[in-house]
């Protein structure tokens, strides 16, 4: 089946660790992001991809990292930087030519 | 950056009845998309909207890009108890070779039996 995987469904870090959130496509789709969501309130965008060994901060990029190294992952590490890290993270892709992002079933983290 | 107004914030609703709600913003957008999110899961597309006055349905869905490009509206036509969760707006304005979506706060729809 094609789709967008997040792994795990749910994290747990004590403060002051960095972890690595996991986003998978095998959807050949050129553009990748990752987005956080709190509470109550819409997607803002952490870092995006659109094409492989490149990514651009998105509107909430202190405090995190991605790489790309291959087409189908992105992964998103969430350093000790990030102040308030507990939250749900999601994951799109977007194909070429289009404006429709798809989302992954998201992984939340929840750092004590 | 942008902002997106997107109302109302919260709905209650009987079965059967239909819904509508939504987004507005003070740029002009490109490409309207709706989404619907299920607790605890990802959103899921629902519509998209490419041209000003675009008109759009997906089964009891219809979905409106507005003619002044700045605000879009959903309607959601006899509504069931799995029509329930948020749903969301997105605009999106291209801005070089980025395209980057900007999304509303959700409208949290409750269906009553």
């Known amino acids: 089946d094609g789709g967008i995987t997040q792994s795990p469904k749910y994290l747990f870090r004590k403060e002051g660790q960095n972890v690595t959130l996991s986003c998978e496509q095998n959807l050949n789709h050129d553009a990748m992001y990752w987005y956080r969501q709190d509470p109550g309130q819409g997607l803002r965008l952490i870092y995006y991809?659109?094409?492989?060994?490149?990514?651009q901060k998105g509107d909430i990029a202190e405090g995190y990292s991605v790489s790309r190294e291959k087409k189908e992952s992105f992964p998103l590490t969430v350093t000790s930087a990030q102040k308030n890290p507990t939250a749900f993270y999601l994951c799109?892709?977007?194909?070429?030519?289009?404006?429709?992002?798809?989302f992954g079933p998201g992984t939340r983290l929840t750092v004590t | 950056g942008q902002q997106l107004n997107q109302s109302p914030q919260s709905m209650f609703i009987q079965e059967g009845e239909d819904v509508s709600m939504n987004c507005t913003s003070s740029s002009i957008f490109n490409t309207w998309l709706w989404y619907k999110q299920d607790p605890g899961e990802g959103p899921v597309l629902l519509i998209a909207l490419y041209k000003a006055g675009e008109l759009t349905s997906n089964g009891r869905l219809t979905a409106q890009f507005g003619i002044t490009r700045k605000d879009s509206f959903l309607n959601i036509s006899a509504s069931i108890p799995s029509d329930v969760g948020i749903y969301f707006c997105?605009?999106?304005?291209?801005?070089?070779?980025?395209?980057?979506?900007?999304f509303g706060s959700g409208t949290q729809l409750t269906v009553l039996p």
């Open positions: 991809s659109q094409i492989v060994n490149d990514f």
């Open positions: 799109a892709s977007r194909p070429l030519g289009t404006d429709e992002q798809y």
């Open positions: 997105a605009g999106l304005l291209y801005s070089g070779s980025a395209r980057q979506l900007t």
